[in-house]
């Protein structure tokens, strides 16, 4: 489906706002120093916001709105589930350090497929947590510039899918412990341009 020959090598440096009625929440920023990276075709950022940016030149500014049908779709309810609380357990003894009220957890299901959740409540008996996209439910505004624009080099594309079998973080952020996203809409690493706490 992608050809690799024609894969772009893309830093583009933003502010993230959600977009309601008559406002604008402030989200997040990547700046210039400090870019979001990606590259096309591997579905490492939401479709729609690759297909808005990847025609753009070096230098160019954009400011696009992505309706929530484009970005992570419908809050639902029925993604808040309650777990039991000794999956939280180690050795016996519940993980404190780790499992509170507004962390957010790596987990994974039984396929293997990994993805993170907000942990809502903790009980006695139960942790219930969010698994719905923190942006969910929400438009996006993206105002930016594209800091670079070009095709990528072998290198890079092999070093983009070490990182999305595992091997590295892929983001181009310092730090991708605690708050980072799963790369956008895809489980495929960890795309900080949306480190969505």
Known sequence: MENKTTSKYIAVAYKLY????????????????????????????LDEFEKKIIGLEKGEQFNF???????????????????EREIFSINGHFDHENVFVDAILPLQNED????????????????????NHPLAGKELNFNGKVIENREATKEEIQQMLNQMSGEGCGCGCDDCGGGCEEGHQHDSGCGCGHCHH
């Open 18 to 45: 959600a977009a309601g009625e008559h406002t604008l929440e402030f989200i997040e920023e990547a700046t210039a120093e400090k870019p979001f990276l990606f590259i096309s075709g591997f579905g490492i950022t």
């Open 65 to 83: 709105t992505l309706t929530k049908e484009q970005a992570y779709g419908d809050y639902e309810e029925e993604r808040v589930v309650e777990l």
């Open 112 to 131: 293997g497929q990994r993805f993170f959740g907000k942990v809502l409540e903790i009980t006695d008996t139960h942790v219930k947590i969010d698994l």
